[in-house]
């Protein structure tokens, strides 16, 4: 399996943005996506995840009631819908596969290979 991230760019505090990654090949019900970000000087963050097989999510204490994360088995994409952004969002993110409920980047063994995101006026 391969990842493909794509969507970030360049947006102003408080605009939305929508992240989507593909993936190539089968995923498994038993499988777990996330979202991930690093941010320059800093260790990667955990964003976001959702369990491929029943779609639950779950979201990282920063991005609480402003972000959500969403999958589409038909297209093999999930997707981050960022809203309400603040200039600390400023990052490159990174979709991820994984086998654990976890927000832990050690769980995740697939990553796809980033795409930056900036919050700026």
């Known amino acids: 399996v391969q990842l493909q991230a794509s969507g970030g760019g360049l947006v102003q505090p408080g605009g939305s943005l929508r992240l989507s990654c593909a993936a190539s090949?089968?995923?498994?019900?038993?499988?777990?996506m996330g979202w991930f970000r690093q941010a320059p000087g800093k260790e990667r963050e955990f964003v976001a995840r959702i369990a491929w097989g029943d779609g639950r999510t779950y979201l990282g204490d920063s991005v609480q009631g402003r972000f959500t994360i969403s999958r589409d088995k038909t297209v093999n994409t999930v997707y981050l819908q960022m809203s309400s952004m603040r200039p600390e969002d400023t990052a490159v993110y990174y979709c991820?596969?994984?086998?654990?409920?976890?927000?832990?980047?050690?769980?995740?063994?697939?990553w796809g290979q980033g795409t930056l995101v900036t919050v700026s006026s």
């Open positions: 991820a596969l994984g086998i654990q409920r976890s927000a832990d980047t050690r769980d995740y063994r697939i």
């Open positions: 090949g089968r995923i498994y019900s038993s499988s777990v």
